[in-house]
């Protein structure tokens, strides 16, 4: 059985089947066949012992009339073997008959199915076999009530199928039904076997044809899964087991695909975004390079003045790789999960002034003007006061860098339902349309010219108000510099 297919497990079935229903189908048919005739018999002899009972004298003043009795007896029984004739007395025992002496082996018979035949039960009715001692044989009858004087005396018990005609029907019966059996099991067996071929074959047509889909998943890679994930099911095909398992499979193909599409653009970014910091780093750190081999080759030969200003750019360069590296570590420990928010209850706006003092003066030497407009009566927010400060940092530190002098940088706070809104704006040059749809995804290379991209800052802000619940967005405002806006949870 463990080495068969499915196929051929439900053909075994389906013959176990056939042949147990053949079986109990000639079974049945042989019972209801019997129960028929013995029906039809009784019903014909119905009146067969009141007309007896009626027409001979079996009863005479002193009680039975033997010789009318056994004269009777075997004139019905040579006109008509299959008939057995008994007299009872009016408890059912039998006092008169005209078997082979040895041959009665019961001396009274049960009055409960007379009595149902006389009141007009449903036919057959079947009553006790005087020839048998076993309580389980019985016997077609017919019955009628011996009267005298307006008083039942007894009763004709005739059983209408002998054991010699019963004999002889057992026998024929379990031929004929042997022969019906086989008959009737072999062309159910025969139909059945042709009509389950075309049913299973019709039948297993979805489960092949998905045994195929799978199978070619594993030969055929990505590609059948991706073949397979745009398949679309029939709306007017059949809602079975298979199809919810196809459709299961195919719903797996699409998981399977869109993990697949889902990885390739993670690689991609991953290769811009080891593209894009190499370039940064590649810039000071080549700067770098250059003004400390002009130190160390033309040290004599420069003076004072130009060796100390070397060193300013070298030192600033070394600051822009130091940050980054810090940057990058960042957002390695942001994006494997390391980071976890420490939540408590401060005020936004206090934290708004403390990074408008770290940041207070880089604004004077470039004359930048910092504003704070923010709503009266806004309560404490419910957040990482680090992170959060971080956001800020990062915010403010990138408007300062691409605000030119003489600009103005505004922080807005309001509360907003179960929220304080935070919005930065600068008077910058604002953020290039090609940048904009990839400024917290990954770091864009620094293009010439004025235009400015958010870099690891900003993708660790996007990562740090995540991991509160909230989000950044830019806010478009055509003719103004940038404007980033982001919520903090109560």
């Not at 299973?200 to 092949?208: G, M, N």
């Not at 390391?338 to 604004?363: C, H, N, R």
């Not at 800020?392 to 103005?408: E, K, Q």
Request: with cysteine; charged share 20%.
């Amino acid at each position: 059985m463990k080495n068969m297919t499915l196929s051929q497990r439900l053909t075994l079935v389906f013959i176990v089947l056939l042949v147990a229903c053949g079986s109990i189908s000639g079974y049945l048919q042989v019972r209801s066949s019997n129960q028929y005739s013995q029906a039809v018999i009784q019903r014909l002899s119905q009146n067969l012992a009141k007309h007896i009972a009626e027409s001979n004298p079996l009863l005479s003043q002193n009680g039975l009339n033997n010789a009318s009795v056994h004269t009777l007896f075997d004139q019905l029984m040579a006109v008509n073997p299959s008939v057995e004739v008994y007299l009872l007395d009016k408890q059912g025992k039998i006092i008169g008959d005209a078997a082979p002496k040895g041959s009665v082996k019961r001396t009274q018979v049960n009055l409960q199915p007379v009595q149902a035949l006389l009141q007009g039960a449903k036919m057959p009715v079947y009553g006790d076999n005087p020839r048998s001692a076993d309580s389980a044989s019985l016997q077609v009858f017919s019955a009628a009530p011996l009267i005298d004087n307006g008083q039942v005396q007894g009763y004709v018990y005739i059983v209408l199928l002998g054991d010699e005609v019963t004999a002889l029907d057992k026998d024929a019966q379990f031929h004929w039904a042997v022969l019906m059996a086989v008959r009737s099991m072999g062309l159910v067996i025969l139909f059945g076997l042709v009509a389950g071929a075309i049913a299973f074959r019709w039948v297993t047509r979805p489960i092949r044809r998905l045994t195929e889909q799978v199978s070619n998943l594993d030969s055929g890679g990505m590609e059948a899964v991706q073949q397979l994930s745009k398949t679309i099911a029939s709306p007017q095909g059949p809602r079975d087991e298979v199809f919810l398992l196809q459709q299961a499979f195919i719903k797996m193909a699409k998981r399977i695909d869109e993990q697949w599409q889902r990885l390739t653009r993670q690689d991609q970014q991953r290769r811009e975004f080891i593209a894009n910091i190499s370039h940064d780093l590649r810039t000071p750190l080549t700067s770098l390079h250059g003004y400390l081999e002009t130190l160390s080759v033309k040290s004599e030969q420069l003076s004072d003045e130009e060796r100390n200003r070397y060193l300013n750019i070298a030192l600033v360069q070394s600051r822009k790789v130091g940050r980054l590296a810090q940057e990058l570590f960042e957002l390695a420990r942001l994006e494997y999960g390391v980071v976890k928010p420490q939540k408590e209850p401060f005020s936004m706006g206090e934290l708004v002034q403390d990074v408008y003092q770290k940041f207070e003066l880089t604004a004077e030497t470039r004359h930048l003007i910092l504003r704070a407009d923010i709503s009266p009566g806004i309560p404490l927010v419910n957040a990482d006061l680090a992170l959060i400060e971080r956001v800020m940092t990062n915010l403010l530190d990138n408007a300062i860098r691409f605000t030119p002098d003489y600009g103005t940088i505004e922080i807005r706070l309001w509360q907003q339902k179960e929220k304080v809104v935070v919005q930065l704006n600068d008077s910058g040059p604002g953020i290039a349309a090609e940048l904009k749809e990839d400024l917290f995804i990954r770091p864009s290379i620094l293009s010439t010219g004025r235009k400015r991209a958010g870099g690891l800052g900003l993708m660790i802000v996007k990562r740090i108000l995540e991991l509160h619940g909230s989000n950044i967005a830019l806010i478009e405002q055509p003719g103004k510099g940038a404007c980033f806006e982001f919520s903090v949870p109560l």
